[in-house]
């Protein structure tokens, strides 16, 4: 029959859920499976029933809470899978403790990340330990894995020697024509500074509000956007740090307001320290934006390793000498922007959904 299942349960928001999204909407129309059946809680499957030709299951189990449903998941999701008659389930979440034909697909550098799991408090990192042992396991016995980035071959690859591998990115919805031209920043042209990111601690959103407020203080015009959900603690933590009118929390907006934030903006910064693929990066991007950036994890790699703007999020100085220079030297922010919209061409949906098949299609063959 060749159906392909897509265990999609903890698929809820941001960078997974996109990919989700068009995976699926390219999928609608492919002839690499004759079937495909979506496993997902109710939340998500509400953001997937515009789609054509995908069959969409949501049962109680899969609304529990996800340490929860694990166990559900070990015990009776294989039945599910037989149920529907699955020949192969694709795991973008990258914990599946079935022994079932599978291929994972790892967006979660966290668990892999040592360093990373200090900053974060005890029971946060804690949940994150028993996280990673549930992927370890799931990478031992999966038949195949899609990375996302050299990066995260490179890190997480060591935990699944005998599985098929390739990398494969993923892709940007909206790709620009136009790269930003920024004329000099002073007191009646401000940079308009942007950072889409959720607040977590590794995001280092605020040492980041600390550099800006300090160089408004010493008489910069910067004006000073920051979009991304967070829970209640994390607001009120980062709302108290600004300290001047020019730095401004949106909070968590839609798919289109993001768009909208990033086509307004003249320069974006990113601060992370750990990520697999940050597609907000990648929009940036393909917005023509000059970007500001994180010099760790798979940052360089999406940059080619060659932008003049890299910084230690981690330092205070750093951050606040890159966000300087940026301010200063308009000439190379420019170049930084043209850069920038010419590698995005690399990243493209069409081409994710293809080579996902594809590699999904070779793993089930293999396995008949």
Not at 65 to 87: G, M
Not at 152 to 165: E, G, Q, R, T, V
Request: proline residues 4%; contains cysteine.
């Amino acid at each position: 029959m060749e159906v392909l299942g897509i265990e999609a349960v903890n698929i809820r928001n941001s960078g997974g859920l996109k990919h989700l999204i068009f995976f699926l909407e390219g999928c609608s129309n492919s002839n690499f499976f004759k079937k495909i059946i979506v496993f997902t809680n109710s939340h998500t499957k509400s953001k997937l029933t515009h789609i054509n030709n995908i069959t969409i299951i949501s049962k109680r189990s899969f609304n529990l809470p996800y340490y929860l449903y694990i166990f559900y998941q070990f015990l009776f999701f294989k039945r599910d899978l037989k149920f529907f008659k699955c020949d192969l389930v694709f795991v973008p979440g990258s914990i599946f403790l079935n022994n079932f034909p599978n291929v994972l697909m790892p967006q979660n550098m966290l668990p892999f990340e040592k360093n990373e799991l200090k900053r974060l408090k005890f029971s946060e990192r804690l949940k994150l330990i028993l996280v990673g042992y549930a992927q370890k396991y799931s990478l031992k016995k999966t038949d195949g894995i899609i990375f996302l980035s050299n990066y995260a071959f490179s890190n997480i690859s060591k935990y699944s020697p005998l599985s098929k591998k390739t990398i494969i990115p993923h892709g940007i919805n909206d790709l620009g024509t136009n790269f930003k031209i920024n004329s000099e920043f002073d007191s009646k042209n401000p940079m308009r500074l942007l950072y889409v990111s959720p607040l977590y601690s590794y995001k280092h959103h605020e040492k980041v509000i600390s550099a800006v407020n300090e160089l408004i203080h010493e008489g910069l015009n910067i004006h000073y956007n920051i979009v991304g959900s967070g829970s209640k603690s994390a607001i009120i933590s980062l709302k108290s740090k600004i300290t001047n009118s020019n730095i401004h929390y949106v909070g968590g907006v839609s798919p289109n307001e993001i768009s909208h934030y990033l086509s307004e903006a003249d320069v974006f910064i990113f601060a992370s320290t750990c990520e697999n693929l940050p597609i907000t990066l990648l929009e940036a991007m393909s917005h023509g934006l000059p970007i500001i950036c994180s010099k760790f994890g798979v940052m360089p790699e999406i940059l080619d390793n060659s932008s003049n703007f890299f910084f230690d999020p981690t330092n205070f100085e750093s951050i606040k000498y890159v966000i300087s220079k940026a301010y200063f030297d308009i000439d190379s922010l420019n170049l930084e922007a043209k850069r920038n919209l010419k590698l995005s061409k690399l990243y493209s949906w069409e081409t994710n959904i293809y080579k996902t098949n594809k590699f999904l299609r070779e793993v089930y063959d293999e396995r008949i």
